[in-house]
């Protein structure tokens, strides 16, 4: 009867040992796709903001480029250009930051769903691990060696024996699998608040490179506006040098009309030979010395306009004296002559003229007989957009205008 009762008890103790075990699965192995999935978001997200500093650093070096265009005399198009590549330098930086936050997004997706699974798989573990526990502590310490004296057979012993060892196997394996749960949902919850960190910052990033967008857009705007202004300022402006062009000439024209007019008149005591003669042709002194500014003839303009011009222009300081290339007279005095400025007008005979525009101070008056080298005046600031300058003309027959620099020395 006592021995009837060890083998219940015995019975009872196999199927408390068995069941437990026959309940519990092993922990699933960690899943190579989910790592490989992380990995390779990382390394997009990487390439991301690889591709983000390249275009910041292309930017950095427009901007320093603006920098330098605004302290230097610059092709306002120059200006546009850079605007508009930094605008689209900004508009992809913006596109990055997307594509980064669409990222992130994602990975914090997946990083909370794995979260939440090992969440999950922890309650279930631990509750098994609880579920052990008191049913060790309910059978008590003899628990396995009441199991193992009620084998009826050695061979029942060893299996019982094998049995109860991968019992053990399986609670050390379940609690193992509990403490790393618990690790790695410690991590997994780190790598989501940094997630969430970095999307705040990209989100954050994106704010400030759209209202750095909105900047540029202005920015353009204004430029083309300035530009468009400037175009037709540049246009009137071309259009009222061809008129004063005509008008010089229209004059000088008169002048040589009245000129001949009063040789061909008896007793008249005009010259009938020029001062101006074409063996002076390479070598008149300059009336100014300085850098030329424009040469004679048709010039194209940055902004692509057309300029024919009649003269050479002769860049100096404000206020340099200007002098005569030769000997003659003064045929007229204009104070104000649109584009052309203060101009002096010197006839050297038998229908030669010399012109002196863009003067600052006049110091001869109608009628004066000059010598050569004589000062005429100083150099002025007639167009702004030239700076100081002496604007010179030749026109040896009255009539047809020449290159300058063709009679004057040449510069080694």
């Known amino acids: 009867m006592a021995g009837r009762r060890l083998r219940l008890a015995a019975g009872a103790v196999w199927l408390g040992v068995a069941a437990p075990l026959a309940a519990q699965q092993p922990p699933p192995p960690p899943s190579a796709q989910n790592a490989q999935n992380a990995q390779n978001a990382n390394e997009k997200l990487r390439a991301q903001r690889e591709e983000l500093d390249r275009i910041r650093n292309e930017r950095a070096d427009l901007q320093k480029r603006m920098r330098e265009l605004q302290g230097t005399v610059h092709d306002l198009s120059e200006e546009r250009t850079n ?3 930094q605008r689209d330098a900004t508009a992809r930086a913006v596109r ?3 594509a980064q936050i669409s990222s992130l997004g994602e990975e ?8 939440v699974h090992a969440q999950d798989e922890l309650a279930i573990k631990r509750a098994a691990l609880e579920h052990r ?12 060696a009441e199991a193992l004296l009620s084998a009826q057979s050695f061979g029942e012993l060893i299996a019982r024996y ?7 196997q399986r609670d050390r394996a379940l609690v193992l699998r509990v403490e790393t749960l618990g690790m790695l949902i410690d991590r997994q919850r780190q790598s989501l608040l940094r997630l969430r960190g970095d999307v705040e910052l990209s989100r954050q990033e994106k704010a400030e490179e759209e209202k750095r967008l909105r900047t540029l857009e202005e920015q353009r705007g204004r430029s083309l506006a300035q530009a468009q202004a400037r175009q037709k300022a540049t ?4 259009q009222q040098i061809g008129k004063d062009e005509k008008r010089l000439t229209d004059i000088v024209l008169a002048l040589e009309t009245e000129r001949r007019r009063a040789a061909g008149r008896a007793g008249s005591s005009i010259p009938t030979t020029s001062t101006l003669r074409t063996t002076d042709i390479g070598r008149l002194d300059w009336p100014v010395e300085g850098e030329i500014l424009y040469r004679f003839g048709r010039a194209v303009n940055p902004n692509n306009t057309a300029i024919r011009w009649n003269g050479v222009g002769i860049g100096a300081p404000a206020g340099t004296a200007v002098r005569a290339v030769a000997a003659g007279s003064v045929a007229e005095v204009l104070q104000s002559f649109g584009t052309y400025g203060p101009t002096v007008v010197l006839q050297h005979g038998a229908g030669a003229y010399s012109i002196y525009s863009s003067l600052g101070q006049i110091s001869v008056t109608k009628g004066a007989k000059i010598a050569k080298g004589q000062i005429l005046g100083t150099v002025g600031t007639t167009d702004p957009e030239l700076g100081p300058h002496l604007h010179f003309e030749i026109r040896p027959d009255g009539r047809q205008a020449v290159d300058p620099l063709e009679w004057l020395r040449s510069r080694k």
């Open 235 to 238: 246009e009137q402006r071309l």
């Open 83 to 85: 605007i508009e590549r």
């Open 108 to 115: 914090e997706h997946g990083t909370t769903a794995d979260l």
């Open 96 to 98: 990055s930051l997307d």
């Open 133 to 144: 526990v008191k049913e060790i502590y309910k059978r008590g310490p003899m628990y396995s």
């Open 162 to 168: 094998k049995y109860l060892h991968l019992v053990a």
